[in-house]
């Protein structure tokens, strides 16, 4: 399965931006979809996720009121809504699928994470 993600570029802090992620050819199902994204020297961390069958989200702690995703119904992709940005939120973000998650509760850890997609920049100013 190929997901693709867009939306990502420079702003500045304090800005605000949207990234969507797709499934090529197919619809979500009961798949649970999150994003990652990995910083220059860092390692890949959990941003957030979200069950597509109905729409519940988890969050990084750190990220937690600021990063707000939900289902696009309509075309069928996942938005990641970030907003009051900051240099350090600079990084690549990765959408990716869980194709077989657990019912009762979404998985953070990206072992869990089968489908990647390319990955997108965004690039945060001071």
Same mark, same amino acid.
């Not at 931006?17 to 910083?39: E, H, I, P, T, Y």
């Not at 069958?53 to 707000?68: C, I, P």
């Not at 970030?82 to 990084?91: F, G, I, V, Y």
């Not at 990716?96 to 089968?114: Q, V, W």
């Given at each position: 399965?190929?997901?693709?993600?867009?939306?990502?570029?420079?702003?500045?802090?304090?800005?605000?931006?949207? $990234? #969507?992620?797709?499934?090529?050819?197919?619809?979500?199902?009961?798949?649970?979809?999150?994003?990652?994204?990995?910083?220059?020297?860092?390692?890949?961390?959990?941003? #957030?996720?979200?069950?597509? #069958?109905?729409?519940?989200?988890?969050?990084?702690?750190? $990220?937690?009121?600021?990063?707000?995703?939900?289902?696009?119904?309509?075309?069928?992709?996942?938005?990641?809504?970030?907003?009051?940005?900051?240099?350090?939120?600079?990084?690549?973000?990765?959408?990716?699928?869980?194709?077989?998650?657990?019912? $009762?509760?979404?998985?953070?850890?990206?072992?869990?994470?089968?489908?990647?997609?390319?990955?997108?920049?965004?690039?945060? #100013?001071?």
């Amino acid at each position: 399965v190929q997901l693709q993600a867009c939306g990502g570029g420079l702003v500045q802090a304090g800005g605000s931006l949207r $990234l #969507s992620c797709a499934a090529s050819g197919r619809a979500f199902g009961n798949w649970v979809v999150g994003w990652f994204r990995q910083a220059p020297g860092k390692q890949r961390e959990f941003v #957030s996720a979200i069950r597509w #069958s109905n729409g519940a989200a988890v969050y990084s702690d750190s $990220l937690k009121g600021r990063f707000n995703m939900f289902r696009d119904n309509a075309k069928n992709t996942v938005v990641l809504q970030m907003n009051s940005l900051k240099p350090e939120d600079t990084a690549i973000y990765y959408c990716a699928a869980d194709i077989d998650p657990p019912s $009762l509760f979404i998985i953070k850890e990206e072992a869990k994470y089968d489908s990647w997609g390319q990955g997108t920049q965004v690039t945060v #100013s001071s």
